[in-house]
């Protein structure tokens, strides 16, 4: 049984070698087509090339670019003016009207870098999954009988690709060169890629974009990791018949990418 | 180089404007949503005089045992006098309405028109498109 397994490894010790020492030799020894290639032109790297020499010029003053992975808690609450809404549709209101932060999440990744050595930034991109409390700012009422209802129902879960530019100011608190306090300004945008329900489309009801002014501070922990609290206040980029004010407050952690991978 | 930028900005832009765009069933479609699968309830009805400067409003409570009608997600319509048919949402010049096409327990055919004035998950008005004084009929669901 002994002998057996011996042999058995043996040759699969050989096996191996052998597969190995063949790779190797297949490697240094281009096959004719990839001789022939060698010598072509190739338009789609020629045009990546460029491409990259393109942005690496447009970019110069860009450095230190540090890439991060990051992801938070966000709480949000959506303020809507359903004045717009024509359409006999009744909603009553204590059932809708929670006016409350609700509790979601998001997460991506960002690069900070700075400007001209001079202006840091930081720009990210982030998948959202808001849950939104609401409050609805108009009560309607048709007597005798029916008291206090909304005209519109907002959907209140939904998951928004977005981007955000963020400015970033170094605030000369505590030791800065072990901790750095930023106040942080920029506008982002938001996307939803959820879809839409058919009460919020009503009357013209549906829009998809965002966009906030962002507030914050962020705490860098010795370029370890970066906590940050947000605030969102976002309105629809284009004109709705029911305008739709969403804030969050989000709260979360990044940490670079060469630190995890 | 311009070029790649060009259908870069074209292209966020598009997104951008890109929606989920109301189409012209979405009212009535919502509003079938809320009408569909339940018992509506007659609580009130309200005759209005228009006859007058000062119309005359005569309530008068039905009672949620009197009366009673149902609308199914499949289009038909069934009532406690036994009054059987077909109805649609329909939304006319800007005007919400369900429009019946009843048969009666002797088989005789009519139609009859409402104009919805409201309607939600648990209560609903609809206005009786006759001559003479509007009957506005509120309904609830138990």
Redesign the interface.
């Known amino acids: 049984m002994g002998t057996t397994n011996t042999l058995s490894y043996k040759f699969l010790s050989i096996l191996i070698f052998t597969i190995f020492v063949s790779s190797s030799m297949n490697a240094q020894t281009l096959t004719k087509k990839q001789q022939d290639s060698a010598f072509l032109l190739h338009p789609g790297q020629e045009r990546m090339r460029k491409i990259k020499k393109s942005l690496a010029k447009t970019f110069v003053n860009f450095t230190g670019n540090e890439v991060s992975l990051y992801g938070a808690l966000a709480l949000s609450k959506q303020n809507i003016d359903d004045n717009g809404i024509t359409a006999p549709i009744n909603y009553l209101y204590n059932n809708l009207n929670s006016n409350s932060f609700n509790t979601g999440f998001n997460g991506g990744f960002r690069i900070d870098g700075i400007y001209k050595e001079k202006h840091r930034y930081a720009l990210s991109l982030a998948v959202n999954r808001i849950s939104a409390g609401t409050y609805y700012k108009n009560i309607h009422n048709l007597p005798p009988f029916i008291d206090d209802f909304t005209h519109f129902k907002a959907d209140n879960v939904f998951t928004t690709l977005s981007i955000a530019a963020h400015y970033k100011k170094l605030l000369p608190v505590n030791d800065m060169n072990k901790y750095k306090f930023y106040a942080v300004i920029g506008p982002s945008f938001d996307y939803k890629i959820s879809s839409i329900s058919e009460e919020n489309l009503i009357n013209g009801a549906g829009n998809r974009a965002f966009i906030n002014l962002d507030l914050g501070t962020e705490f860098d922990n010795k370029g370890y990791y970066i906590l940050f609290a947000h605030y969102k206040l976002g309105n629809y980029i284009s004109s709705s018949t029911v305008p739709v004010q969403l804030n969050r407050f989000e709260i979360g952690m990044s940490i670079k990418t060469k630190d995890l991978f | 180089?311009k070029t790649?930028y060009t259908i870069l900005i074209a292209a966020i832009s598009l997104?951008?404007?890109?929606?989920?765009?109301?189409t012209s069933t979405?009212?009535t479609?919502?509003?079938n949503?809320?009408l569909t699968n339940k018992n509506w309830y007659l609580?009130?009805s309200i005759i209005e005089a228009t006859n007058s400067t000062t119309p005359v409003v005569v309530?008068s409570y039905v009672g949620q045992s009197t009366y009673f009608i149902t609308y199914l997600k499949n289009g038909e319509t069934k009532d406690s006098d036994g009054i059987t048919g077909t109805y649609t949402v329909e939304l006319i010049n800007?005007q919400?309405q369900i429009h019946k096409q009843l048969k009666t327990s002797n088989g005789n055919p009519f139609e009859v028109i409402y104009n919805?004035?409201?309607?939600?998950?648990?209560?609903m008005?609809l206005s009786k498109l006759v001559s003479g004084p509007a009957t506005k009929l509120?309904f609830t669901t138990k």
């Open positions: 180089m790649l997104t951008m404007l890109s929606c989920n765009k109301e979405t009212q479609n919502v509003m949503n809320l609580d009130y309530k800007g919400s919805i004035i409201s309607v939600g998950e648990s209560n008005v509120y």
